[in-house]
């Protein structure tokens, strides 16, 4: 599910030109729409049960494997996951018509989805390694969109607070990794 907002996200950003600004729209929309549908479809068939994907594992000894990367479904991030998914196509739907006249829309609309990609990964994360990359994810993303209009200066102000502020966040995460 959250490939579909990674590939949503990569079409904006690398095809905004060919796409231009309605067809970025559509990319976006359709992504998150089916994000949403496909979200919706777990809550309601998966809910009560628990799942693990195992996609690797790495830094194995034999029996003892140390480390795995894979998501976690059960009945909270389910939840959680629709949640996201769903406002995030909302965030998407008002910032289309918020943002129609812009020429840099498609960037826009890159950025929102690899801002969702990211929290669907952070919340669907195994361990805390998985977790910490999603968070670093989320304080880029929001970089980015903070700074979404570089050419002011009260936006750059902003962007580097904020980034500041989730470096220190960082530190508390690291204490509890």
């Not at 989805?113 to 999603?134: E, K, P, R």
């Amino acid at each position: 599910m959250s490939t579909l907002t990674l590939i949503g996200s990569f079409l904006c950003l690398f095809g905004g030109k060919v796409f231009g600004g309605k067809g970025s729209a559509c990319v976006s929309l359709v992504s998150l729409f089916l994000t949403s549908y496909l979200s919706f479809y777990v809550l309601l068939a998966e809910a009560p049960n628990f799942e693990y994907h195992l996609i690797l594992s790495y830094w194995s000894d034999g029996s003892l494997s140390f480390s795995q990367f894979g998501f976690w479904f059960d009945s909270l991030t389910v939840v959680m996951l629709f949640i996201i998914s769903f406002i995030s196509f909302l965030v998407h739907f008002y910032s289309i018509g918020y943002m129609s006249g812009d020429p840099h829309l498609a960037r826009f609309l890159g950025y929102l989805q690899l801002f969702t990609f990211f929290m669907i990964f952070l919340v669907l994360s195994d361990n805390l390694l998985q977790a910490f990359f999603g968070w670093e994810g989320v304080g880029l993303v929001s970089f980015l969109l903070i700074n979404f209009w570089f050419t002011r200066v009260q936006a750059s102000k902003s962007a580097f607070k904020a980034i500041l502020l989730n470096k220190f966040g960082d530190c508390a995460f690291l204490v509890f990794l």
